[in-house]
C-alpha cells in the first residue's frame, strides 16, 4: 500500500469516526454557538481588558499585572489556580478537575508580548485597542464606541499587542468554558491551564523540578498561531526550534570622518554587509557547513501529509506583496520542515535626519536561526508528535466533529517557546491549536485579531475540551 494510501486510510478511519458523532454534537455545538452570538460584547470586553495591560516580557511590574488578572479570570471559572514563581516571570497556573475523568489536558498559552514601537502602528498607543471595520491595508476605518455595541461584525478586527499572539486564544479558551458552562456541556477532561509570561518560555522546564505534580498531563494543547491560509480548521503536530545569536564587526574605535579618512579605514558596515552576504546562496541555501546535518528525512506518510496541505503561492506573494519565494525549488510547506536563517535586526550608525558622514565604529546583526534537531545553549530543541498517534487521532476528530470540516493537518509550524524540553522530561505529546486569522500581522506593527476567528476558535477549543 502506497504512503498516500496508507495516509488516507488512517485519516478516513479518524474523520468516520467523527462523523458518527456528528448528529449528537449539533445540539451541544448549536447551544455553544448561539452563546457566543449572544455574549459578544462581554467576550471583546474581556479582551480589551486584558490587552489594556502592556505585556512586554522584560516590563516585570505590567507582566504581574497582567498575571494576576489572569489568575481572577481562571478563579471566576471554577479553577484552582497560584501563581508559579520562577526565576524570571510568573506562570499562571489553574486546575479544573471534572468528576469521572480519565485523562488530564494541559493548555499551555502565553501571556507577554513583542516589544512594540508606537512609531509603526496606526493608532496612539499599541496597548489601547482599537477596533476597525477590516483590514488596516484596505483602508479600514476605526469604529468609535465599540465598547457598548452588542453585536460584532465577524470581519471587523480588534487591533492591539498580543490581540492575536497569544491574548485572543486565552479569552478563547475562558469564553469556551463559560459557552459550555452555560448549554450544560462539561469537560470530557480535567483541565490543567499553564500560561507563560516569558519570551521564549526559558523557565518552562526549568519549573519542572518545583511544580513537576501540577503540570503533569496526559495531553498537552498549545494555543497558539494562525490558522490556514485557506480559514479552515488547523492543527500542528510539530514545531522548528530556534537560536539567537548577535554577532558585532568592529572597525574604528570611534566613528571618523569618511572625507577624511575613507578608502583607509575599514567600514565595519560594508564588512558585516559581505559576512552576511557569504551566508546563502542565490537560490536561498545557506551555505554554513553543518547547517542542514540535523534534518532527516521525510516517512512517506508524513510527505503525504505535506502534500495535502492546500497552500496559495500565488495569494501569499500578494498578500505578502513579493515576486517570488526565497526558495523556488520548495514549497511553503517543505520549506517549513529544514532549518531557516533569518537576519530579525541590523544597526550601524544613524539614519534619516540623523545621518552623518562618517565611518561607523561597529556595525550588528541579529540573526534568528529556524533549527530543527541540534540544540545549542541559548537555543530551543523542536518538536513532533506523530499526526496518526492516539492522541492526534483524538484532537482531529473532535475538531471534525465540532467544526463540521476536517482540518488542515500541519507538520511543522514555527513557534519562539522552549517548549521541547518541557515535553521530552514530562513525557507529553503536545498538539497546538491554532485559532487567529491568518494574516493578523503577528510580531509586527499593527498586529489584530478578526473577530470572526475569535468566535469561531471559541467553538474550536471546546471541541478539544470535550473530546
Do not use: C
Not at 153 to 171: E, F, G, Q, T
Not at 248 to 256: E, I, Q
Not at 344 to 364: K, Q
Amino acid at each position: 500500500m502506497s504512503a498516500q494510501r496508507r495516509l488516507a486510510v488512517g485519516l478516513s478511519l479518524i474523520l468516520a469516526t467523527a462523523w458518527v458523532g456528528t448528529l449528537r454534537a449539533q445540539s451541544p455545538r448549536s447551544a455553544l454557538v448561539d452563546y457566543v452570538a449572544s455574549h459578544q460584547r462581554a467576550i471583546v470586553s474581556e479582551l480589551v481588558e486584558l490587552l489594556s495591560i502592556p505585556n512586554v516580557a522584560a516590563d516585570t511590574e505590567n507582566i504581574r499585572r497582567n498575571a494576576v488578572l489572569l489568575r481572577e479570570m481562571l478563579r471566576r471559572r471554577g479553577f484552582s489556580t497560584e501563581l508559579l514563581e520562577t526565576d524570571g516571570n510568573p506562570l499562571v497556573w489553574g486546575e479544573l478537575k471534572v468528576p469521572g475523568a480519565r485523562r488530564t489536558l494541559l493548555i499551555w498559552a502565553h501571556y507577554n508580548g513583542q516589544p512594540a514601537d508606537p512609531k509603526g502602528w496606526k493608532q496612539a498607543n499599541p496597548f489601547i485597542p482599537v477596533l476597525r471595520a477590516g483590514r488596516l491595508e484596505d483602508g479600514a476605518k476605526d469604529i468609535a464606541g465599540f465598547r457598548t455595541l452588542e453585536r460584532f461584525d465577524p470581519n471587523w478586527r480588534l487591533y492591539a499587542r498580543s490581540a492575536a499572539d497569544d491574548k485572543a486564544p486565552i479569552v478563547g479558551l475562558l469564553a469556551a468554558l463559560d459557552a459550555m458552562k452555560a448549554s450544560g456541556v462539561a469537560p470530557s477532561s480535567n483541565v490543567r491551564v499553564v500560561l507563560d509570561g516569558e519570551a521564549g518560555s526559558p523557565s518552562l522546564a526549568a519549573a519542572i523540578p518545583r511544580y513537576r505534580e501540577k503540570l503533569t498531563a496526559d495531553v498537552m494543547i498549545l494555543l497558539e498561531g494562525p490558522v490556514h491560509q485557506s480559514g479552515r480548521p488547523t492543527i500542528a503536530f510539530g514545531a522548528r526550534g530556534f537560536l539567537d545569536l548577535d554577532l558585532t564587526v568592529y572597525g574604528p574605535k570611534v566613528g571618523v570622518n569618511s572625507g577624511n579618512f575613507g578608502n583607509w579605514v575599514p567600514n565595519p558596515a560594508l564588512g558585516l554587509a559581505h559576512l552576511l552576504a557569504s551566508l546563502k546562496d542565490d537560490q536561498g541555501r545557506v551555505l554554513v557547513k553543518g547547517f542542514y546535518d540535523g534534518v532527516g528525512p521525510l516517512l512517506p506518510e508524513e510527505q503525504a501529509m505535506l502534500d495535502a496541505v492546500p497552500d496559495d503561492p500565488a495569494g501569499l506573494m500578494k498578500l505578502f506583496v513579493i515576486a517570488a519565494p526565497e526558495r523556488s525549488d520548495l514549497s511553503l510547506q517543505q520549506a517549513l520542515q529544514l532549518p531557516a536563517l533569518n537576519i530579525r535586526g541590523l544597526s550601524s550608525a544613524l539614519v534619516g535626519p540623523d545621518a552623518r558622514t562618517i565611518i561607523p565604529d561597529r556595525a550588528e546583526a541579529f540573526i534568528y536561526p529556524r533549527i530543527v534537531k541540534v540544540i545549542f545553549r541559548g537555543a530551543a530543541e523542536g518538536y513532533r508528535t506523530f499526526p496518526l498517534a492516539p492522541e492526534s487521532q483524538l484532537v482531529t476528530a473532535a475538531v471534525t466533529r465540532m467544526l463540521g470540516e476536517p482540518p488542515v493537518l500541519i507538520r511543522t509550524m514555527g513557534q519562539r517557546i522552549n517548549i521541547a524540553q518541557f515535553i521530552e522530561v514530562m513525557g507529553i505529546p503536545a498538539i497546538t491549536l491554532p485559532t487567529v486569522n491568518f494574516d493578523n500581522n503577528q510580531t509586527a506593527e499593527n498586529e489584530n485579531v478578526r473577530l470572526g476567528h475569535l468566535f469561531t476558535g471559541i467553538i474550536t477549543i471546546a471541541a478539544v475540551l470535550t473530546m
